[in-house]
């Protein structure tokens, strides 16, 4: 079932993107919703349970996720935080670079879901949210003239089942290594999320809709934070 999520969180997102592409505020604007929502996933549930234990130097494993996702965008050129990119700067990105990243980013949020009991947890929502608006970006990407082509499609399946191919490989892990990968996807989460958030306005004004939008997103994470046994 929880496979069957992440895949169609990306599918549900690219065929929207393929659609409603061109809407590029309603994207960024459920970006910033999804980001609400995502630090404070990170925040109240991921943290907590990374430094419930004493598992030393697990600080230098979130700093790691951090560093990680920069290093990651300069492959996917922004995908995860809102940067729409079009055919026209196609020079700017290349399919492969694009694969690659996405991949990696997908298949290590997967692997903390290795052991997963509950269906729907604060860390599977928050991937599933998230999940949804780099997906229409990425359709919106990748169509052209309402179409998708053979790459395209190599593009999308490597990404929806990335994260499922974390979490399969996931259960032959050690399970004591999983806080550790909890923490890097810690990192990169919070390194997407705050970029989402505080990403500077036009002449550093209040962007009171901005603000709107994450709070939505905060609520809404809360409400699954007051509901959800731990």
């Given at each position: 079932?929880?496979?069957?999520?992440?895949?169609?969180?990306?599918?549900?997102?690219?065929?929207?993107?393929?659609?409603?592409?061109?809407?590029?505020?309603?994207?960024?604007?459920?970006?910033?919703?999804?980001?609400?929502?995502?630090?404070?996933?990170?925040?109240?549930?991921?943290?907590?349970?990374v430094?419930?234990?004493?598992?030393?130097?697990?600080?230098?494993?979130?700093?790691?996720?951090?560093?990680l996702?920069?290093?990651?965008?300069?492959?996917?050129?922004?995908?995860?935080?809102?940067?729409?990119?079009?055919?026209?700067?196609g020079?700017?990105i290349?399919?492969?670079?694009?694969?690659?990243?996405?991949?990696?980013?997908?298949?290590?949020?997967?692997?903390?879901?290795?052991?997963?009991?509950?269906?729907?947890?604060?860390?599977?929502?928050?991937?599933?949210?998230h999940?949804?608006?780099?997906?229409?970006?990425?359709?919106?990407?990748?169509?052209?003239?309402?179409?998708?082509?053979?790459?395209?499609?190599?593009?999308?399946?490597?990404?929806?089942?990335?994260?499922?191919?974390?979490?399969?490989?996931?259960?032959?892990?050690?399970?004591?290594?999983?806080?550790?990968?909890l923490?890097?996807?810690?990192?990169?989460?919070?390194?997407?999320?705050?970029?989402?958030?505080?990403?500077?306005?036009?002449?550093?004004?209040?962007?009171?809709?901005?603000?709107?939008?994450?709070?939505?997103?905060?609520?809404?994470?809360?409400?699954?934070?007051?509901?959800?046994?731990?």
């Open positions: 079932m929880i496979i069957l999520l992440l895949i169609l969180s990306v599918l549900i997102g690219v065929f929207l993107g393929k659609f409603f592409g061109e809407r590029e505020k309603f994207a960024k604007n459920l970006l910033v919703v999804s980001a609400g929502f995502l630090i404070t996933i990170c925040l109240n549930e991921v943290f907590p349970q430094y419930s234990g004493e598992h030393h130097n697990i600080g230098l494993w979130v700093i790691g996720g951090v560093l996702q920069m290093l990651l965008e300069n492959l996917t050129k922004g995908f995860e935080h809102g940067h729409f990119h079009h055919h026209t700067e020079k700017n290349l399919p492969l670079a694009l694969m690659v990243g996405l991949f990696v980013h997908a298949f290590l949020e997967g692997i903390p879901l290795a052991n997963e009991k509950v269906i729907l947890s604060p860390y599977l929502t928050g991937i599933l949210v999940n949804i608006p780099i997906s229409f970006i990425l359709g919106a990407f990748l169509v052209k003239n309402k179409k998708f082509s053979a790459s395209s499609f190599l593009i999308i399946a490597i990404f929806a089942l990335a994260s499922p191919f974390g979490l399969l490989l996931g259960k032959y892990f050690n399970p004591d290594l999983e806080v550790y990968f923490a890097l996807v810690g990192g990169i989460f919070l390194h997407i999320s705050s970029v989402i958030i505080f990403e500077s306005n036009k002449n550093h004004n209040v962007d009171w809709q901005k603000i709107g939008f994450v709070t939505l997103g905060i609520l809404l994470a809360m409400t699954g934070h007051l509901f959800h046994q731990h």
